[in-house]
């Protein structure tokens, strides 16, 4: 027997473990399919894609190009406006929470609770903030703005945390028998270490926001959303066409722009 | 550009060399932030005036919700499975067809420049598309119920774990694959035993996740008529029944908590 033969049969028999995974999953496959119900499929359904397809190879220029306040680049830049305000009020509210749920700093309870509150802050969907907040403000942009904010912070303050925790305390100490005060200890020990992770995070987090910004409207929240829909409930497929098409563009862009900056600040 | 607006400041050191000290970026990025933020602010009528004033509103809602509704939950059993059972199919199917994507836009398997730059952009195309909007889409072509949510959940599911799939294709240890075709390997039987040896943990692992965020997005399909427990969170706020949100809502944090649990359990396992 040669020594390659001696390893393979050596190496683990998960034959029965893979087989029961198998069928669950196979099962499991099974059991959803019986949600879908293809009788609820329209009969126009080809000719209704045709049409979007045609709508989109032929946008509506006069909607795309003008600069009127109904226009695709208006409302694109609402759109921008809406995820940029939202990651600010997001990362604002962000860092006091994600200090208090770091259980290298807060007393292990109050971290813990924290952090059941960032879970449940993640969970509820954007629209469901979206519907609360429009009856806080109003419909219109401000509402998108609180609704990207809130739902930003569930990620953000979870992924700071993560950046706190490994902070190097190793820095800190040495600091300190140096003789260096409170303030300086925080300026130069912890604000360079998590700066750079921060803002990468948070940069992320707004090409992220970018596409919730974009469904808000949906909502009555403002940005590209509201337009989006009426168009498409009236069969304006060439509108429809436009707004898509300015929408993964800007947002094409965005996730240019923000893979970038986030390589340069890995860089350093 | 900037070095030379603003020129490196000349430090004479003690030894008699000069360095220069390139000057800080800080001042501009601060200045551009500002500026981004003014405009933000008079682009979405942001004002702390409305906020402190109506804030408690919110708190108010939330207070509603609290305790929830607890007979509405035989109700919303039915639209929760639903809900996952769209996630699922959609996942799936989606991660499947993410195989042959991913294969075919790595630029290291496939020879073709043309094929694989084709296969990243349907991929980034698809990415960007946000899930609700293909949603909607998709009730005008297959009709409102769960049928539109799992086309929508299927095609982020192809170009979420297709991106990452070709990526981690494209990083692979091409050395065995190599030897492999030396020896006298087809070009499928050494991708068979090289590379995907190689890329299934986290093929596996990147669905699982996949499937994870899919069961949120799934939540909120419902509101533009796609099946699932979307269309009762719609209809629940519209007649302010915030003490059934609130058991949606339960429900909704409950089952995800569940689900990542056991994926992550899973997952685990996998790296």
Same mark, same amino acid.
């Given at each position: 027997?040669t020594t390659?033969e001696?390893?393979?049969?050596?190496?683990?028999?998960?034959l029965?473990y893979?087989?029961t995974?198998?069928?669950?999953?196979?099962?499991?496959?099974?059991?959803?399919?019986?949600?879908?119900?293809?009788? #609820? *499929?329209?009969?126009g359904?080809?000719?209704?894609?045709?049409? %979007?397809?045609k709508?989109?190879?032929?946008? #509506?220029? #006069?909607l795309?190009?003008? *600069?009127?306040?109904?226009s695709?680049?208006?409302?694109?830049?609402?759109?921008?406006? %809406?995820?940029?305000?939202?990651?600010?009020v997001?990362?604002v509210l962000?860092?006091?929470?994600?200090f208090?749920?770091?259980?290298?700093?807060?007393?292990?309870?109050?971290?813990?609770?924290?952090?059941?509150l960032?879970?449940?802050?993640?969970?509820?969907?954007a629209?469901?903030?979206?519907l609360?907040?429009?009856r806080?403000?109003?419909?219109?942009p401000?509402?998108?703005v609180?609704t990207?904010?809130?739902?930003?912070?569930?990620?953000l303050?979870?992924?700071? *945390?993560d950046?706190?925790?490994e902070?190097?305390?190793?820095?800190?100490?040495?600091?300190?028998s140096?003789?260096?005060t409170t303030f300086?200890?925080?300026?130069?020990g912890?604000?360079?270490?998590?700066?750079? *992770?921060?803002?990468s995070?948070?940069i992320?987090?707004?090409?992220?926001?970018m596409?919730e910004a974009?469904?808000?409207?949906?909502?009555g929240?403002g940005?590209v959303g509201a337009?989006l829909?009426?168009?498409?409930?009236?069969?304006?497929?060439?509108?429809?066409?436009?707004?898509l098409?300015?929408?993964?563009?800007?947002i094409l862009? %965005?996730?240019?722009?923000?893979?970038?900056?986030?390589?340069?600040l %890995?860089?350093? | 550009m900037?070095?030379?607006?603003?020129p490196?400041?000349?430090?004479l050191?003690p030894?008699?060399? =000069?360095?220069?000290?390139?000057?800080?970026?800080?001042?501009?990025?601060?200045l551009?932030? =500002?500026?981004?933020t003014?405009?933000?602010?008079r682009?979405t009528?942001?004002s702390?005036?409305?906020?402190?004033?109506?804030i +408690?509103?919110?708190?108010?809602i939330i207070g509603?919700?609290?305790?929830?509704?607890?007979d509405?939950?035989?109700a919303?059993?039915?639209?929760l499975v639903?809900?996952?059972?769209?996630?699922?199919?959609g996942?799936?199917?989606?991660a499947?067809?993410?195989?042959?994507?991913?294969?075919?836009?790595? @630029?290291?398997?496939v020879?073709?420049?043309a094929?694989v @730059?084709?296969?990243?952009?349907?991929l980034?195309?698809?990415?960007? /598309?946000?899930?609700l909007?293909?949603?909607l889409?998709?009730?005008?072509?297959?009709? /409102?119920?769960?049928?539109a +949510?799992?086309? @929508?959940?299927?095609l982020?599911t192809?170009?979420y774990?297709?991106?990452?799939?070709?990526?981690?294709? &494209?990083?692979?240890?091409?050395g065995p694959? &190599?030897?492999?075709?030396?020896?006298?390997?087809?070009?499928?039987q050494?991708?068979?035993?090289?590379i995907?040896?190689?890329?299934l943990?986290?093929?596996l692992?990147?669905?699982?996740?996949c499937f994870? +965020?899919?069961?949120?997005?799934a939540?909120?399909?419902?509101?533009v008529?796609?099946?699932? =427990?979307? /269309?009762?969170?719609?209809e629940?706020?519209?007649?302010? &029944?915030?003490?059934?949100?609130?058991?949606?809502?339960?429900?909704l944090?409950?089952?995800?908590?569940?689900? &990542?649990?056991?994926?992550?359990?899973f997952?685990?396992? /996998?790296?």
């Amino acid at each position: 027997m040669t020594t390659v033969e001696k390893q393979l049969l050596a190496s683990p028999r998960n034959l029965r473990y893979l087989l029961t995974v198998a069928i669950l999953v196979l099962g499991l496959f099974a059991w959803s399919l019986t949600a879908v119900n293809f009788a #609820d *499929v329209n009969k126009g359904g080809l000719q209704i894609s045709f049409n %979007i397809i045609k709508g989109i190879v032929n946008p #509506d220029l #006069d909607l795309l190009l003008n *600069v009127s306040k109904q226009s695709v680049l208006y409302l694109l830049v609402q759109t921008l406006a %809406i995820a940029f305000m939202g990651t600010i009020v997001g990362a604002v509210l962000s860092v006091p929470l994600a200090f208090l749920a770091a259980s290298n700093i807060v007393p292990k309870p109050a971290a813990w609770l924290t952090r059941l509150l960032l879970i449940v802050i993640r969970t509820i969907p954007a629209l469901v903030y979206g519907l609360m907040f429009i009856r806080v403000s109003g419909p219109g942009p401000f509402a998108g703005v609180l609704t990207i904010g809130i739902t930003s912070v569930g990620m953000l303050a979870k992924l700071y *945390v993560d950046a706190i925790e490994e902070l190097d305390t190793r820095v800190l100490e040495s600091m300190t028998s140096i003789g260096c005060t409170t303030f300086e200890k925080i300026r130069y020990g912890i604000f360079p270490q998590l700066l750079s *992770v921060f803002l990468s995070v948070t940069i992320y987090r707004f090409d992220m926001n970018m596409r919730e910004a974009s469904i808000l409207g949906l909502v009555g929240a403002g940005g590209v959303g509201a337009p989006l829909i009426f168009a498409m409930n009236s069969y304006k497929w060439n509108q429809v066409g436009s707004l898509l098409i300015g929408l993964v563009v800007l947002i094409l862009l %965005i996730e240019l722009l923000s893979n970038k900056l986030r390589g340069k600040l %890995i860089k350093g | 550009m900037y070095d030379k607006l603003f020129p490196p400041k000349k430090v004479l050191l003690p030894s008699g060399k =000069v360095v220069a000290e390139k000057r800080s970026r800080t001042p501009l990025v601060l200045l551009i932030l =500002v500026a981004a933020t003014v405009l933000s602010v008079r682009f979405t009528d942001f004002s702390l005036k409305v906020l402190f004033t109506r804030i +408690g509103k919110f708190f108010g809602i939330i207070g509603e919700m609290i305790p929830p509704k607890w007979d509405s939950f035989p109700a919303l059993w039915q639209a929760l499975v639903s809900t996952l059972q769209m996630s699922l199919l959609g996942s799936m199917i989606g991660a499947l067809i993410a195989l042959p994507f991913a294969v075919l836009a790595s @630029a290291n398997i496939v020879r073709s420049k043309a094929v694989v @730059a084709v296969f990243k952009i349907i991929l980034s195309l698809l990415r960007t /598309l946000p899930t609700l909007v293909t949603a909607l889409i998709a009730t005008f072509v297959f009709g /409102l119920g769960p049928m539109a +949510g799992v086309v @929508a959940i299927l095609l982020f599911t192809l170009s979420y774990v297709g991106k990452l799939l070709y990526e981690q294709i &494209e990083n692979v240890d091409m050395g065995p694959f &190599e030897a492999m075709e030396s020896i006298g390997m087809t070009r499928i039987q050494a991708f068979r035993y090289a590379i995907v040896p190689q890329v299934l943990p986290g093929y596996l692992s990147t669905s699982l996740f996949c499937f994870e +965020g899919n069961v949120r997005y799934a939540a909120i399909l419902g509101y533009v008529g796609a099946g699932g =427990v979307g /269309l009762l969170i719609k209809e629940n706020i519209g007649f302010r &029944e915030y003490p059934s949100v609130g058991m949606i809502i339960l429900a909704l944090v409950v089952t995800v908590y569940l689900i &990542e649990t056991v994926s992550e359990h899973f997952r685990k396992k /996998l790296i």
